[in-house]
């Protein structure tokens, strides 16, 4: 622990490195965590697997 | 908030829209929340990636 | 399948209840889901673990 | 219930199918579960969308 | 990795001692695991926040 | 979305609105993400709810 599960829209694997490295950062210098014990999973959702508002977001402009 | 996550096999996006709206209608009108609040998310899962009573879905006949 | 998780603030047991009525008969009418396939978790969460916007919601007015 | 999730790299079948015999016998073994109430679910992650101590496992070796 | 999520009615400690125990070897034996690489996170819930069927476990007998 | 979801042991209500602070942050710098988009749940887990190699927190010291 900590683990860390991000839910979000897919992106590329640059983003995803900088996100990874600035969040296990901030578990570091806030809670004086071992950086090896901070783990991140990114679990990404197509836009025909995610609803807002009861309409889903490949049915929807400008999610 | 809230955040609704459904596990199931994988569906047509035709019956996951159906749901996702109707899921959306009952909280609005059960906890009178916004529309707008109510995310949700359709996780599928695989029968080679799923067990019940031990058993691989995918190695189960009528699962 | 299909397990259905829900994140909400806390809510009484009455609402509770009705909701998950609702959401199970959602997918008996939308999947032709048999009802003791559904189960649904409420995970409620308190306004200090949860934040939007990077505010806590122990810390926002009109959340 | 109980529902298993395991977050894992991908694995074959045949470890899969093993894995969920052994921890349901666990269930039923240390609980007096019903073998027919435990789901276990595999949730696989590739090594592009999971990080330990900042750094991708995609970019590390001998994860 | 890997890491296991048991949602599950309350247990005594000794119980889930023993399940964290035999599903940590089963782990080692069939994938060929480090033991410290295992975590099991046991996320316990009461019969008022769960559902089978659309009826509450505080509402059903026997379930 | 993005959702992220925090497995950790207690933390005071200080640490968690400074790390969700700058989590956020993270979205919005690295993904161009609305602030009011990205949502953090923290998931609090005791020490007799999590075991690492086979033995639960409450049993080793200086995990």
Redesign the interface.
């Known amino acids: 622990?900590?683990?860390?599960?991000?839910?979000?829209?897919p992106?590329d694997?640059e983003?995803?490195?900088?996100?990874?490295?600035?969040?296990?950062?901030?578990?570091v210098?806030?809670?004086g965590a071992e950086?090896?014990s901070?783990?991140?999973?990114?679990?990404?959702?197509e836009a025909?697997?995610?609803?807002?508002?009861?309409?889903?977001g490949?049915?929807s402009a400008g999610r």
Chains 1, 2, 3, 4, 5, 6 share one sequence.
């Open positions: 622990m900590p683990i860390v599960t991000i839910q979000q829209f992106r694997l983003q995803k490195r900088e996100l990874a490295r600035r969040v296990t950062e901030a578990f210098e806030v809670y950086p090896q901070v783990q991140v999973f990114f679990s990404e959702v025909e697997n995610w609803a807002k508002g009861g309409v889903m490949s049915d």
